[in-house]
Structures are given as structure tokens and as C-alpha cells.
């Protein structure tokens, strides 16, 4: 099966060579904003995801550079890298290639749901990190009376997703509850939604207090079982965004103080917090160039705050809304 997507002017090519890879990527690609393409001759693609679930997969050199990576180990031989990720392997290749090479371990680890998602996610962000589409770690909000958007950025439970679904359950646009796309234009960095779902804690939920919410539930996340998958076209129709310019980067985390705390961080403060959500940056030899530069004008394009999000959040409807107004009009 070889099929084209495209996004933000790239094209992705994804060849899956077996009839389990096909279905994984299905499965897995429908959750992210690429638009298929039914005319495949007009796509000349920037990069090829090529996956199989048979076959012996090759060996890593000897003597790399390595370092530890999320689920697994990197080693790099200059724009090469090597992925051993969940059982699974995945090598990147050099700049000129273009080519990501993805084989399924046979392990049953390796064939988990989850090991799959996460083997999948590495070898998407991998290609349209060399496309120069840089993904974070975040959600993207806009206000919808000045239009002006915010990037709300931090760690797992850091309150990303519960900041971003009570905004929209007030009437604001959005882009994503948690992954982004970064990419540099003529009017500055702009950022878009990749994760089409969101995932919303039964906390969360019930602070929206909205009753039609529940015909939007799907089931627990893979990853986190103790959220829903929560359809957002459905909760909140004729509000998501495609795109935005952003002015505000919000850096969250979640305290037991009684109230939010927000306090102002420079261009430099911000650009640091930045390179920790966005090792890649480093990582990456033949991107990180294009990369850090991206985030230093992503930094001074924006003004910053880091927020410690409080009891208040979930207590009041209204909470986050009217700390995050004020920011935007700053």
C-alpha cells in the first residue's frame, strides 16, 4: 500500500509493505490533520515513511554515538540516526535521502497498541521535523473576539489539555490540545494543530459542565487511561482553527496552591524552556540549525509566561479565560 498526505504545503509518502503495516498506519494516521490525496501524481513527496512488520532489520553500526531517547536508544552516524525504539527500529536517514525505514519488532512488547503508537509518533515526527514542520509539545488556543492566539506548553499533567478544553468550552478557537507544528513564514512563526482528539480527564469534563459533552467521549487513551478521548469537532463544532501567528507562549504546570500564580519570562527565559521541551533541536545533526533558529524567533516573536495552574482552574468555569485575557491584550 502506498498512499500520499499532505500538510502545509509538504507531502508525505507512506509505503507499508505488509498488510498488518497497512493497518497500523490507517489506524494510526486518521488521528492526525494530513489530508489524503486522491491524485497521486501531483504529489512529489518531501519525505517517505517506509514500514514493514516482516523482515530482519538491519544491524546498528558498531561504535555510534548513542544516547537514551524516551522508550528507547539513538545512536547517530552524521545525518543518520538510529532508532531502536519498543523492540521496534527506525532509521532515519541522511538529508539527501529522504527516506525513513520503519521495522516492527515481533516481540510481543513491540506489537502492544501502545509500543505501536509510540513507534509510529517517532518515525511521523521524524519526517516533518526534515520537511521543516517542528512539532511541540503543546496546545493552541485563540481568543475569539481580537483573534490572538496562545501556545500552552509544558510536560505531561502539566494542564495543557484541561486549560485548552475549558477555553474552547467558553467559546474559544483551537488549534490542538497537545501537539503542534511549528514552521517559519513570511509573517513570522506559525504554528497548526497535528492531533486531531483531544484527552480530557473526568475532572476536567466535569468542570466544563456542559451536558452535551458526553455524545463526544470515546474511549480511555491508550496512554493514559485515566482521560477520554474527547472528539472536539463534536464538543465544540465551528471552532477549530487550521492555523495561527502566535503571541503568547504559556509555560504550565500544575500546583495544590488554592489559586493560579502567572509571572512574566524573557525572550532568553523562554527560548531555554523551549530547547528542554524541544530536544530534537539538539539531537536532529541535519535540522538543528533551522531548528533552534525557529524557537529563538518563535521566542521573541512572543511574549512568555509561566503559569502554576491552581484549584481555581477546575473550581470556576470562567478561571482560565480571565487569566489568559489579560495576557493576550498585554
Not at 96 to 125: C, F, K
Not at 180 to 199: H, P, T, Y
Not at 305 to 320: K, R, T, V
Amino acid at each position: 500500500m502506498t498512499r500520499y498526505y499532505a500538510i502545509a504545503g509538504r507531502f508525505l509518502c507512506v509505503e507499508a509493505l505488509d498488510e498488518a503495516s497497512a493497518t497500523l498506519c490507517d489506524k494510526f494516521l486518521r488521528d492526525f490533520h494530513l489530508a489524503p490525496l486522491t491524485d497521486d501524481s501531483a504529489a512529489k513527496p518531501s519525505y517517505t515513511i517506509k514500514i514493514r512488520s516482516r523482515g530482519t532489520p538491519p544491524s546498528v553500526p558498531k561504535g555510534l554515538e548513542s544516547f537514551d531517547v524516551a522508550f528507547g536508544q539513538c545512536y547517530v552516524k552524521g545525518n543518520r540516526y538510529y532508532l531502536e525504539v519498543e523492540d521496534s527500529l527506525i532509521v532515519v536517514g541522511a538529508e539527501s535521502e529522504s527516506l525513513i525505514d520503519v521495522w516492527i519488532g515481533t516481540s510481543p512488547h513491540a506489537r502492544q497498541p501502545l509500543s505501536l503508537v509510540n513507534v509510529m509518533s517517532y518515525a511521523l515526527e521524524a519526517s516533518l521535523r526534515r520537511c521543516g514542520l517542528y512539532q511541540l509539545h503543546g496546545a493552541g488556543i485563540i481568543e475569539p473576539q481580537t483573534d490572538s492566539g496562545a501556545l500552552i506548553i509544558g510536560e505531561s499533567c502539566s494542564g495543557k489539555s484541561t486549560l485548552a478544553t475549558l477555553l474552547a468550552a467558553r467559546g474559544w478557537s483551537y488549534l490542538t490540545d497537545d501537539a503542534l507544528l511549528l514552521n517559519q513564514e513570511e509573517d513570522g512563526v506559525r504554528a497548526r494543530g497535528i492531533r486531531k482528539f483531544f484527552a480530557a480527564s473526568e475532572k476536567t469534563l466535569a468542570a466544563c459542565r456542559l451536558p452535551e459533552m458526553e455524545s463526544a467521549l470515546g474511549p480511555p487513551i491508550t496512554s493514559d487511561p485515566s482521560k477520554r478521548r474527547l472528539e472536539p469537532g463534536i464538543a465544540f463544532p465551528g471552532r477549530a482553527k487550521e492555523s495561527c501567528i502566535p503571541g503568547v507562549l504559556l509555560f504550565s504546570s500544575i500546583t495544590n496552591n488554592p489559586k493560579s500564580v502567572i509571572s512574566s519570562l524573557s525572550s532568553g527565559e523562554a527560548m531555554a524552556r523551549l530547547i528542554k521541551f524541544n530536544p530534537w533541536a539538539s539531537y536532529d545533526k541535519a535540522t538543528a540549525r533551522e531548528h533552534l533558529r525557529l524557537l529563538s524567533r518563535l521566542a521573541n516573536q512572543c511574549r512568555s509566561f509561566l503559569m502554576g495552574a491552581g484549584l481555581d482552574i477546575l473550581a470556576s468555569p470562567s478561571c482560565a479565560e480571565e487569566l489568559l485575557i489579560p495576557l493576550l491584550k498585554t
